[in-house]
């Protein structure tokens, strides 16, 4: 493995830093667990993400699912990003940190009318629209509420996908999107709405992918779809090709923005209208890390295991879809021979188990601290209080500063809420 370490999240010194700041000096002014985020790593992933698009001319929306706290969002809006959202609390967010709502894409398969209600007052500006059915409630709405609405199909293009079988989205059987067959009788259905108008499709066929293999077939597909549809008299504005793109996890697979970039381009050569992506996983990753205490080291066999004081509901997806993420000592200088360790939290499940037979230095004790690299995606935002645990700090380092960007929520507060 090599650790998937960046030029803002690396060892200096022995000691693993957050661009100026060593995680056992920042550790020192707080609890453990905690996330802690680099703001410099975070705009070159953004930069990076930027350059590798926007010479195609096409528009990037952070899928905020990734990651929504608002300081980070404020940072991607400041860049010039919009974002693909999928539920009202995700809409609130985005308001709260400041983003148009003309910037905004409602993607999501389960809308409630409350949901669609808020985003159709507020003004967001594209509605992915996922069935049938979601399709007429968000016409009586639009009507209810006299509001004109802009809105895309999501399109189930039914392509195999290399990842974890739980984050593929778009073969047959996945819940998400429509099939090409109901685009078209959909956009014949709603061709002279008042309300709604129709004028773009969207895929999003999977996450963590490390080929361009699937992004070409999945397009080909939506191409085929909107030759029809445009053949049959109707404009199609945008393709929102939606987003997937994977990133190292220390397996050294991922796949490069440029090269999608590049596949995207040539695949839609003969697409006049907007290109939208939504990458999330990709712009936050490795950007963020998860620190965790050593609790206890207990002997056992075949391994001893290494208890730490963060758990699965703080980093659910080992638990969830078996995903790795490379664990390493925060101080390297009594690194001696190699230990295999199974990484284990505190929770009461077997499945709170980070990983088996994990090499390690021998010499590491409890109190020390360890780091999950690359957390910056689908980590805190994923987290649970399952046995009443709380939700723990985030910090944002920017050069020596470093900044709380969300405080804990404790056990204490959790219980306030309970009547
Ligand atoms: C509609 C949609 N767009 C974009 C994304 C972002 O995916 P990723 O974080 O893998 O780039 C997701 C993730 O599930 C999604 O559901």
Not at 9 to 17: A, E, P, S
Request: aromatic letters at 6%; proline letters at 4%.
């Amino acid at each position: 493995m090599t650790l998937p370490l960046t030029e803002h999240i690396l060892y200096t010194q022995d000691q693993l830093h957050i661009e100026a700041c060593s995680i056992e000096s920042i550790a020192a002014k707080t609890t453990t667990p905690f996330y802690c985020y680099s703001k410099a790593q975070l705009l070159s992933n953004i930069h990076h993400c930027q350059a590798a698009f926007k010479p195609h001319g096409m528009d990037i929306h952070y899928a905020m699912k990734a990651n929504s706290n608002l300081s980070i969002l404020r940072l991607i809006a400041d860049q010039g990003l919009g974002v693909d959202l999928v539920s009202s609390g995700e809409l609130l967010r985005a308001q709260a940190a400041g983003i148009p709502e003309k910037s905004m894409i409602f993607s999501g398969v389960g809308k409630t009318t409350v949901e669609l209600t808020l985003a159709i007052n507020a003004g967001v500006g594209q509605f992915n629209v996922e069935s049938v059915e979601e399709l007429e409630l968000l016409a009586t709405l639009a009507t209810q509420h006299a509001r004109s609405i802009n809105a895309a199909l999501r399109v189930n293009p039914d392509v195999a996908v290399d990842t974890h079988k739980n984050i593929t989205t778009g073969r047959k059987g996945n819940k998400f999107g429509i099939t090409i067959e109901q685009a078209l009788s959909l956009y014949q259905c709603y061709a002279d709405h008042p309300w709604i108008k129709l004028s773009g499709l969207a895929m999003h066929i999977g996450s963590q992918i490390q080929s361009v293999t699937p992004y070409r077939q999945a397009i080909e597909k939506l191409m085929a779809l909107a030759t029809k549809l445009e053949e049959a008299g109707f404009s199609i504005n945008s393709l929102d090709l939606g987003g997937g793109f994977g990133v190292d996890y220390g397996d050294g697979a991922n796949l490069d923005l440029v090269s999608v970039a590049q596949e995207i381009a040539r695949s839609t050569a003969n697409f006049r209208g907007r290109i939208i992506v939504e990458p999330g996983r990709s712009l936050v990753a490795n950007a963020g890390v998860l620190v965790s205490r050593i609790s206890y080291i207990k002997e056992a066999q075949p391994n001893p295991f290494l208890i730490l004081d963060a758990a699965m509901n703080d980093l659910m997806r080992a638990a969830l879809y078996q995903a790795s993420h490379p664990i390493v000592p925060t101080n390297t200088d009594n690194d001696s021979a190699i230990r295999h360790y199974d990484i284990v939290g505190p929770i009461c499940e077997s499945t709170d188990t980070f990983a088996r037979s994990y090499p390690l230095s021998k010499s590491l004790k409890a109190g020390e601290l360890v780091a999950f690299l690359c957390t910056g995606a689908y980590g805190s935002v994923m987290s649970s209080t399952y046995n009443s645990r709380s939700i723990l700090p985030e910090l944002l380092v920017s050069g020596t500063e470093t900044q709380i960007i969300r405080k804990e929520i404790t056990q204490a507060q959790l219980i306030e809420y309970e009547l």
